[in-house]
């Protein structure tokens, strides 16, 4: 007996559904982990990297509060595109599509993970912090994926906003204002998520072309797509550097953001440059966006570290 | 409803209504802490 499909027989031997109360398994799905992954970390880089002080209790509620609100903003996501993620083979298996919770139920968790992120941040630590962490929610739920997904290909692009807040909150969440730095860390992340994202709809672009998503590569073509990854990756470079160049880091992160972002330039050229044919495995599309994960992975993991070498006085 | 259609609706319940004390206790505590911090720190 599968975990969706129940069916009960009545007195009148007819089938109906019996819907088997959801698995806490399937709220934790909701959440989208494995992206949380990513906002935890780029949130508590930018706490770590963030001058002054906060009490590790109120860091750590901090972070919590930004995974809360990821979490919240991934489940109101899946709640709306539900109809969608049956049409995608790397979605199907959801909890909403193979019908393992009701649509409802991920709404009305959404909202109350999101709400209760908001309210914590705000009690915990500062309500600016709060107001950015509710500003990147609805951005993601309703920004990104009820406006612009189904209706533009820049949706990437635009959307891209909503997973640059993490560093953002998590700088603010320590010295409880906005300056250059934490709007740098916000730029990094948005002129990264084109290339990535354009990256993996390269090799999956049927699923988005089934399920009627205006994805780059199926509205404006695979070559326009090609050249734009190429475009942000070079406009990556001077952004991910501006942090140093403008004296808010050392040269460990300096040298880190120069050699990282050369090298993703540099894997998106053959990206750029060539044409895919059937069967040819779509390796450099593959490798680019591999590489982009470990890229951020290590361009805030050098953020902070060359922010405990300052601090400690061991570089300049 | 069989008898395994039963017990597997009572193992989920009961499942679902740990995880929530365990998320609820650990609100509680949360909130405690954070309450000693902000009112001595």
């Known amino acids: 007996m599968t975990r969706a499909a129940y069916t009960v027989r009545d007195s009148m031997s007819n089938t109906q559904p019996l819907q088997l109360p959801a698995d806490w398994r399937d709220f934790y799905a909701l959440t989208k982990p494995r992206v949380m992954s990513l906002v935890i970390f780029s949130g508590l880089c930018g706490l770590l990297a963030a001058p002054g002080h906060i009490h590790p209790v109120l860091g750590f509620a901090a972070i919590l509060c930004i995974a809360m609100g990821a979490g919240g903003a991934a489940a109101l996501n899946m709640w709306w595109e539900a109809d969608i993620d049956a049409n995608m083979r790397r979605t199907a298996s959801r909890p909403l599509p193979s019908g393992r919770l009701k649509r409802q139920d991920a709404r009305d968790f959404g909202i109350a993970l999101s ?77 990264w998520t084109p290339p990535h994202f354009w990256a993996l709809a390269l090799f999956v672009k049927t699923d988005y072309a089934k399920a009627g998503i205006p994805m780059m590569p199926v509205v404006r073509g695979e070559v326009s797509t090609r050249r734009q990854i190429l475009a942000y990756c070079i406009l990556l470079v001077p952004i991910a550097a501006a942090p140093w160049m403008i004296g808010g880091t050392g040269w460990v992160y300096g040298a880190s953001a120069i050699v990282l972002s050369l090298a993703f330039l540099v894997l998106s050229v053959p990206v750029a440059l060539r044409r895919a044919v059937d069967g040819d495995g779509m390796k450099p599309e593959k490798r680019l966006f591999a590489f982009s994960v470990f890229y951020l992975f290590a361009l805030f993991s050098a953020l902070v570290v060359d922010h405990v070498l300052t601090v400690n006085g061991i570089i300049a | 409803m069989t008898p395994e259609d039963e017990a597997e609706i009572r193992r989920r319940q009961k499942a679902r209504n740990l995880a929530l004390a365990l998320v609820l206790l650990f609100f509680v505590v949360l909130f405690y802490v954070i309450t000693l911090v902000k009112t001595h720190g």
Do not use: D, E
């Open chain 1, 115 to 191: 709400c209760a992120s908001v309210g914590v941040m705000g009690l915990a630590v500062h309500w600016l912090a709060a107001s950015l962490l509710a500003v990147s929610i609805v951005y993601y739920a309703v920004v990104y994926t009820i406006w612009l997904k189904p209706r533009t290909p820049q949706n990437i692009v635009i959307g891209g906003g909503a997973g640059a807040f993490p560093p953002l909150i998590g700088w603010v969440a320590v010295t409880g204002h906005v300056t250059a730095m934490p709007l740098l860390l916000f730029a990094i992340i948005f002129f």
